[in-house]
């Protein structure tokens, strides 16, 4: 069906094999990462170009075929996937020098910052070459292992601030993530038992109703959702978020919690579809809608500004669970295209936000938001960087947070279940609650205050943030590209699926 | 009740009593080991899986799952156990802190 292309394997190997450098090599580690980050980026352009040029490709690895082989497998919602890390990991790999650089620069404790600038750019790069095999991978097993290269390097990166409360969530969130995992592979088990393969293509071609399946996909979802912390499974993230350091929270929170809610929606909409059924769509839409009114009621109370940013990925979660009973399981809607563009967006503005409130934190030495008043004299960059992912968060035009409400409010009303509509308008309302308390605060300058504000500035610590802020707004003026893209995507799989022989 | 059937339940149940042992346990050692007891219980259910009709060779799939299941295993089990360990010394150390009444919230970064 499609070419194979060398290149789909360079976004998983260059950033594992830099990760591999950077421990070895303390001197090199920044220009390694750099390095890495740049090349991952030139990568997924040229998939990128293969993907509107040719459609989706695959890759046997080693050149074993199926049904031995280890696929991978790049199509729309991966590639975009992909472009979406390779954007906020690049601006991460920036912010994280800036900030680490600061820190050794102001020390609290002098050697321990030194060290962790070295573990963050080791872990930060095999997590990222994690990321980028699950989304590539098209092996329910392969998926299983990236899974937990995932859950092992995030949960090291939470831990990384030495700081007891971030252990302690650490050891929570790992444990969490395990337990998810051997759902996950249970799920796996039954399903190699009933049909004897583990790649997905070949999969979406067996599948039927049977017991075993739906049992399968039932524990698989469980394990995900832990993952993605869905509401009411959402207690460990929080503290785990608020208490990294900030360019790990921006990670945690732009690209990790993307990783399970993707395969999630690949599972329900791509693979299993027959045997999903509305009653669990619906279940996930109430689940979502709990999380978005629950997340945005927490946020708008929290004190603490991290806090508050981890409260709004709770509830931004929702949005994308919202998704579920919206993309209509006929098939009718291009059912990626909400989930895909919601992701992006939030994946930009939320680091964006992390990042921001991770440089007034370092400035500052706190994050409690009544006493930040006046920040912009300081820090106007990052300010600047905070209020523009905020109006990506609350959704308002011409953002890519706009165009992914606009996308679900319009299938809501098109399918006639307006009541859908009225939550994605109530978290609208809840989050322009929570981040009009922190923008007000920022943009006013109180009279005669002083904030002890530890000088000087580095622009890694601000610059970084305000592009992927600006990334995310000007999304919603690109809308037409991804989607085109998506569209493209599915237009070749569309005419495979006609094909006599099926899918390959 | 074919051998293979009986291997498969006493996984599944294996994987039952470790997640009740997850919940049910609160010392931090006694939830890892359940999550390995979970673990072991898929395991089984994966070999039992590659058992094939008499005459017929052992699937090697299910068994090449399992030692990657255990290589993870052991890593993820490494890292748990570390991460126990610094939240054990921390609660230890503000236990005595606590004796002296003299701990104060130190800043550190964030």
């Given at each position: 069906m499609s070419t194979a292309s060398g290149w789909i394997i360079v976004p998983i190997v260059v950033p594992l094999a830099a990760g591999i450098f950077t421990f070895i090599s303390g001197r090199w580690a920044f220009a390694a990462a750099l390095t890495a980050a740049g090349v991952n980026f030139v990568s997924v352009g040229i998939l990128l170009r293969q993907l509107f040029l040719s459609g989706p490709c695959d890759y046997w690895i080693g050149g074993w075929q199926a049904p031995l082989g280890i696929r991978l497998w790049l199509d729309g919602p991966a590639?975009?996937?992909?472009?979406?890390?390779?954007?906020?990991?690049?601006?991460?790999t920036l912010y994280g020098r800036g900030y680490f650089s600061f820190r050794v620069a102001y020390p609290t404790r002098a050697s321990r910052h030194e060290r962790q600038q070295r573990y963050f750019e080791t872990l930060w790069l095999l997590l990222w070459g994690a990321i980028n095999g699950l989304f590539l991978s098209a092996d329910i097993f392969n998926i299983y292992v990236t899974?937990?290269?995932?859950?092992?390097?995030?949960?090291?990166?939470?831990?990384?601030?030495?700081?007891?409360?971030?252990?302690?969530?650490?050891?929570?969130?790992?444990?969490?993530s395990l337990l998810g995992s051997l759902s996950y592979l249970l799920g796996l088990v039954f399903i190699y038992r009933t049909y004897g393969v583990l790649d997905l293509q070949l999969i979406r071609g067996l599948v039927a109703?049977?017991?075993?399946?739906?049992?399968?996909?039932?524990?698989?979802?469980?394990?995900?959702?832990?993952?993605?912390?869905?509401?009411?499974?959402?207690?460990?993230?929080?503290?785990?978020?608020?208490?990294?350091?900030?360019?790990?929270?921006?990670?945690?929170?732009?690209?990790?919690?993307?990783?399970?809610?993707?395969?999630?929606?690949?599972?329900?909409?791509e693979i299993f579809t027959p045997v999903v059924s509305v009653k669990a769509v619906t279940l996930l839409g109430i689940l979502g809608t709990g999380a978005i009114i629950w997340g945005g009621l927490q946020a708008v109370r929290h004190i603490r500004l991290k806090m508050l940013i981890a409260y709004s990925t709770v509830s931004q979660i929702g949005y994308l669970f919202l998704a579920f009973p919206?993309?209509?399981?006929?098939?009718?809607t291009p059912v990626w295209s909400m989930v895909i563009f919601m992701a992006l967006s939030h994946s930009c503005a939320k680091a964006a936000m992390f990042m921001a409130a991770g440089a007034i934190f370092l400035h500052v030495g706190h994050d409690r938001i009544p006493e930040l008043a006046g920040v912009r004299t300081y820090l106007p960059v990052a300010s600047l960087a905070f209020a523009i992912a905020g109006v990506n968060i609350v959704g308002l035009p011409?953002?890519?947070?706009?165009?992914?409400?606009?996308?679900?409010?319009?299938?809501?009303?098109?399918?006639?279940?307006?009541?859908?509509?009225?939550?994605?308008?109530?978290?609208?309302?809840?989050?322009?609650?929570?981040?009009?308390?922190?923008?007000?605060?920022?943009?006013?300058?109180?009279?005669?205050?002083?904030?002890?504000?530890?000088?000087?500035?580095?622009?890694?610590?601000?610059?970084?943030?305000?592009?992927?802020?600006?990334?995310?707004?000007?999304?919603?003026?690109?809308?037409?590209?991804p989607l085109a893209l998506l569209d493209s995507g599915n237009r070749v799989l569309a005419a495979c699926a006609n094909m006599p022989g099926g899918l390959p | 009740m074919s051998t293979t059937m009986l291997y498969s339940l006493t996984g599944l149940a294996l994987f039952v009593y470790g997640f009740y042992g997850l919940l049910a346990s609160s010392h931090l050692l006694r939830k890892i080991l359940a999550l390995n007891v979970m673990s072991t219980g898929v395991f089984l259910i994966l070999v039992a899986t590659s058992y094939r009709q008499a005459a017929a060779a052992v699937d090697p799939v299910p068994q090449a799952m399992v030692l990657t299941g255990i290589v993870v295993g052991v890593s993820t089990t490494a890292l748990a156990l570390t991460l126990a360990c610094k939240v054990q010394e921390n609660s230890n150390f503000k236990n005595r802190m606590a004796g002296k009444n003299t701990q104060s919230e130190r800043f550190s970064g964030g």
């Amino acid at each position: 069906m499609s070419t194979a292309s060398g290149w789909i394997i360079v976004p998983i190997v260059v950033p594992l094999a830099a990760g591999i450098f950077t421990f070895i090599s303390g001197r090199w580690a920044f220009a390694a990462a750099l390095t890495a980050a740049g090349v991952n980026f030139v990568s997924v352009g040229i998939l990128l170009r293969q993907l509107f040029l040719s459609g989706p490709c695959d890759y046997w690895i080693g050149g074993w075929q199926a049904p031995l082989g280890i696929r991978l497998w790049l199509d729309g919602p991966a590639a975009l996937m992909l472009a979406m890390t390779a954007i906020t990991g690049a601006c991460i790999t920036l912010y994280g020098r800036g900030y680490f650089s600061f820190r050794v620069a102001y020390p609290t404790r002098a050697s321990r910052h030194e060290r962790q600038q070295r573990y963050f750019e080791t872990l930060w790069l095999l997590l990222w070459g994690a990321i980028n095999g699950l989304f590539l991978s098209a092996d329910i097993f392969n998926i299983y292992v990236t899974l937990e290269l995932v859950a092992v390097a995030a949960a090291a990166l939470t831990a990384l601030s030495g700081r007891p409360a971030s252990q302690i969530a650490a050891l929570r969130y790992l444990m969490i993530s395990l337990l998810g995992s051997l759902s996950y592979l249970l799920g796996l088990v039954f399903i190699y038992r009933t049909y004897g393969v583990l790649d997905l293509q070949l999969i979406r071609g067996l599948v039927a109703g049977v017991p075993a399946v739906k049992a399968a996909l039932a524990l698989m979802s469980v394990g995900l959702l832990l993952k993605s912390a869905l509401f009411p499974m959402h207690f460990w993230l929080p503290p785990a978020h608020a208490n990294a350091l900030a360019p790990v929270s921006a990670i945690l929170s732009g690209l990790v919690v993307k990783t399970s809610l993707y395969l999630l929606f690949r599972f329900w909409f791509e693979i299993f579809t027959p045997v999903v059924s509305v009653k669990a769509v619906t279940l996930l839409g109430i689940l979502g809608t709990g999380a978005i009114i629950w997340g945005g009621l927490q946020a708008v109370r929290h004190i603490r500004l991290k806090m508050l940013i981890a409260y709004s990925t709770v509830s931004q979660i929702g949005y994308l669970f919202l998704a579920f009973p919206l993309a209509g399981l006929d098939g009718s809607t291009p059912v990626w295209s909400m989930v895909i563009f919601m992701a992006l967006s939030h994946s930009c503005a939320k680091a964006a936000m992390f990042m921001a409130a991770g440089a007034i934190f370092l400035h500052v030495g706190h994050d409690r938001i009544p006493e930040l008043a006046g920040v912009r004299t300081y820090l106007p960059v990052a300010s600047l960087a905070f209020a523009i992912a905020g109006v990506n968060i609350v959704g308002l035009p011409p953002s890519g947070g706009f165009i992914a409400k606009w996308l679900l409010l319009s299938a809501a009303l098109r399918s006639g279940a307006w009541w859908w509509g009225i939550i994605v308008m109530a978290g609208s309302f809840l989050a322009a609650a929570y981040i009009y308390r922190v923008i007000r605060q920022l943009l006013v300058i109180p009279e005669n205050q002083q904030l002890a504000v530890r000088q000087p500035h580095s622009a890694l610590l601000e610059w970084p943030a305000l592009f992927l802020a600006v990334t995310a707004l000007v999304l919603g003026l690109m809308a037409p590209l991804p989607l085109a893209l998506l569209d493209s995507g599915n237009r070749v799989l569309a005419a495979c699926a006609n094909m006599p022989g099926g899918l390959p | 009740m074919s051998t293979t059937m009986l291997y498969s339940l006493t996984g599944l149940a294996l994987f039952v009593y470790g997640f009740y042992g997850l919940l049910a346990s609160s010392h931090l050692l006694r939830k890892i080991l359940a999550l390995n007891v979970m673990s072991t219980g898929v395991f089984l259910i994966l070999v039992a899986t590659s058992y094939r009709q008499a005459a017929a060779a052992v699937d090697p799939v299910p068994q090449a799952m399992v030692l990657t299941g255990i290589v993870v295993g052991v890593s993820t089990t490494a890292l748990a156990l570390t991460l126990a360990c610094k939240v054990q010394e921390n609660s230890n150390f503000k236990n005595r802190m606590a004796g002296k009444n003299t701990q104060s919230e130190r800043f550190s970064g964030g």
